[in-house]
């Protein structure tokens, strides 16, 4: 084998050890939140300065990314949330999450990740009393229902696991630079392209970070690689900030839904918020950090451990992901002969996912598929209509209409 594939499989391996442990624990305690914090709670009282307060407060736990976040801050508005407590959650949410929290805890230490607390506490409070201030809105509200909530255990273990399912992807790749960048950049080499200068060098990640997509949780092994290539620490507090909260689809999102006022306080809370706020890490917390990029020789068997269940997840989701196409494959072909029917209870991709492999497990289902965007399931086969809703209902959710 190539002595850089070697490289590259070692140090893959070895972010994996240091991601997997406090990846499991984050998703474990996304779970509890999920079954003991109804959504009525997070939805009500958000209107007012007070309100973003909440907002913010509610949504800093969450372990939501920007594919996540938005539907969710759309949600908030259109259940009564301000447009200022809907732009503090957009702002804040993103940026952290449980998950990502005990990541950048377990990769910079405990110092860094709770700095990353209060900086996305920060601009999201800022952000959304900006937005309050210029355009709170005045939105029509819906009811919210919170009965199609599983709160069991089963149904804590099953959110736990959509959480690593809907980012497995943007892990893998998290992984994969982090990797690349461990073995193709000398230690301190991207300090000398920065001239040494910790303004250039958070600028640089700055402009790199505000066009991309990354994943809060998945994007801290490459922020720690960029630390270990010679950028300072304030440089991957920007990128853990700006990268999540921004990107195209994100921002295009936004000014569609809040308007071009709401969305010119977003992205300039938080260009200004990351920048100011990673300039400041070194003078204040600098003499803290707690760099572990590079992984361990001798592992602690745990770790390697949960790095092990984690390849098996991952091969699982791509198993599952294969199989959804094949099934979407024969839902076109099956179109002309499909029922669709509206669904109530999603709150994410994942919750799409689980349905669509419930009702695909039924007999007389030849395909279906679930649209979290759409809120439709579309159903071919000999399936009886009263079994079909038995099926819905069964995996937690609701048919409101269709045939």
Request: charged residues 10%; hydrophobic residues 55%; proline residues 5%.
């Amino acid at each position: 084998m190539p002595p850089i594939l070697l490289a590259m499989l070692s140090a893959s391996w070895s972010v994996l050890v240091e991601l997997a442990p406090w990846l499991l624990l984050g998703a474990a305690i996304a779970g509890l939140l999920h079954g003991l914090v109804p959504p009525s709670l997070i939805q009500r009282a958000l209107r007012g300065p007070g309100g973003v307060l909440r907002a913010v407060l509610f949504g800093v736990p969450l372990p939501l990314c920007s594919c996540g976040v938005i539907p969710a801050g759309i949600g908030l508005q259109k259940s009564g949330a301000s447009r200022g407590a809907s732009v503090g959650f957009l702002i804040a949410t993103p940026q952290t999450g449980v998950d990502s929290v005990a990541v950048a805890a377990g990769f910079l230490g405990w110092p860094f990740a709770l700095y990353k607390v209060g900086a996305a506490l920060l601009t999201g409070i800022v952000g959304g009393l900006i937005v309050e201030s210029i355009d709170p809105g005045e939105e029509q509200h819906e009811a919210v229902v919170d009965a199609h909530l599983d709160r069991s255990i089963r149904g804590m273990v099953a959110h736990s696991v959509d959480v690593v399912r809907m980012i497995w992807r943007w892990l893998l790749f998290g992984i994969l630079v982090s990797a690349a960048l461990t073995v193709f950049l000398p230690t301190g080499g991207l300090g000398t392209l920065a001239g040494g200068s910790a303004v250039v060098g958070v600028l640089l990640v700055l402009l790199a970070s505000v066009p991309l997509y990354v994943c809060a949780t998945a994007s801290v092994p490459i922020a720690a690689a960029l630390v270990q290539a010679g950028l300072p620490t304030g440089a991957a507090l920007v990128f853990l900030m700006a990268g999540p909260a921004t990107n195209v689809a994100t921002l295009g999102a936004v000014w569609r839904a809040f308007g071009g006022r709401a969305m010119a306080g977003y992205l300039g809370t938080i260009i200004v918020g990351s920048v100011t706020l990673g300039l400041a890490y070194e003078p204040l917390l600098g003499s803290l950090i707690a760099q572990k990029t590079g992984g361990h020789e001798h592992a602690a068997w745990w770790a390697q451990g949960a790095a092990i269940l984690m390849l098996v997840g991952f091969a699982w989701f791509a198993v599952e992901e294969v199989q959804a196409a094949w099934t979407r494959h024969k839902a076109k072909r099956a179109a002309a002969e499909a029922r669709e029917l509206a669904i109530e209870g999603m709150t994410c991709g994942g919750c799409a996912a689980r349905l669509q492999r419930v009702v695909n497990a039924q007999d007389g289902v030849e395909a279906a598929t679930v649209s979290f965007e759409t809120g439709l399931l579309v159903v071919s086969g000999e399936i009886a209509l009263p079994q079909l809703h038995e099926a819905v209902e069964n995996a937690g959710f609701a048919v409101t209409s269709g045939s």
